[in-house]
């Protein structure tokens, strides 16, 4: 079975410019994860799509942040513009759902390192 | 708001030496406990997890870890480490509630020298 799949994995740009990451979760997964991981500390979560729907983006900056999961499967995130704050991990996890009665397992993709000059 | 922290960012072993990581949490509710781990190069992955039961639990590669709810602990350990247990340890909570998430901790890099 195929992981949680993300791209690109390295992605370096200059300041003010876009920059978008791509995630395709483990097929049958409803819930999908985005993750911000900087340099010495944990991931911390971005947002929570369950299926198409974004349920908790409450630490999500929107002003220069946006993500979507069109058709409930595949998500992007997008930075526009980028700021120098932002070089980081970018990670994408997926489960089968939340977990709201229960639990269930996130499973993790490789991340997108962002290098931000 | 809710934290958790994990004391140690930086450990370094001898194989054979044993292995405590502490991991203590702030939210006073119903928790569910994790620990991950990311090997060089490779992806976060679950190591072990507790939701309820036998407060000792047992993961992959001779992992355990101890849920003392007194102390709002979770601590991982391993009575003999090997050099390919060189990788990041993160300790994470997810809240019972309605507004599930996890929390991770900052991490503990763990290296094991042979």
């Known amino acids: 079975e195929a992981g949680v799949v993300q791209s690109p994995r390295y992605k370096i740009i200059e300041k003010k410019q876009p920059v978008a990451f791509w995630c395709n979760p483990i097929s049958g997964h409803n819930t999908l994860y985005w993750y911000l991981q900087n340099l010495g500390q944990g991931p911390e979560l971005l947002i929570r799509y369950e299926n198409e729907e974004a349920v908790d983006d409450s630490q999500l900056p929107k002003d220069r942040f946006s993500a979507e999961r069109l058709k409930g499967v595949d998500s992007t995130l997008k930075i526009q513009p980028a700021e120098l704050g932002d070089s980081a991990v970018y990670l994408c996890?997926?489960?089968?759902?939340?977990?709201?009665?229960?639990?269930?397992?996130?499973?993790f993709g490789p991340g997108t390192r962002l290098t931000v000059l | 708001a809710q934290s958790v922290s994990q004391h140690n960012h930086h450990v370094i072993l001898s194989e054979a030496a044993s292995l405590e990581l502490g991991c203590n949490y702030s939210?006073?509710?119903?928790?569910?406990l994790f620990w991950y781990v990311q090997y060089p190069g490779q992806h976060l992955q679950l190591l072990l997890k507790y939701f309820s039961g036998d407060p000792l639990v047992k993961g992959i590669k001779g992992f355990e870890a101890e849920f003392i709810k007194s102390k709002f602990s979770f601590n991982l350990r391993k009575p003999s480490v090997q050099w390919s247990d060189t990788a990041e340890y993160f300790c994470?909570?997810?809240?019972?509630?309605?507004?599930?998430?996890?929390?991770f901790g900052s991490g503990t890099r763990l290296l094991v020298r042979p």
């Open positions: 939210y006073g509710g119903t928790v569910n």
């Open positions: 996890a997926s489960s089968l759902d939340s977990g709201t009665s229960g639990y269930n397992e996130q499973f």
């Open positions: 994470a909570v997810g809240r019972m509630d309605s507004s599930y998430k996890l929390i």
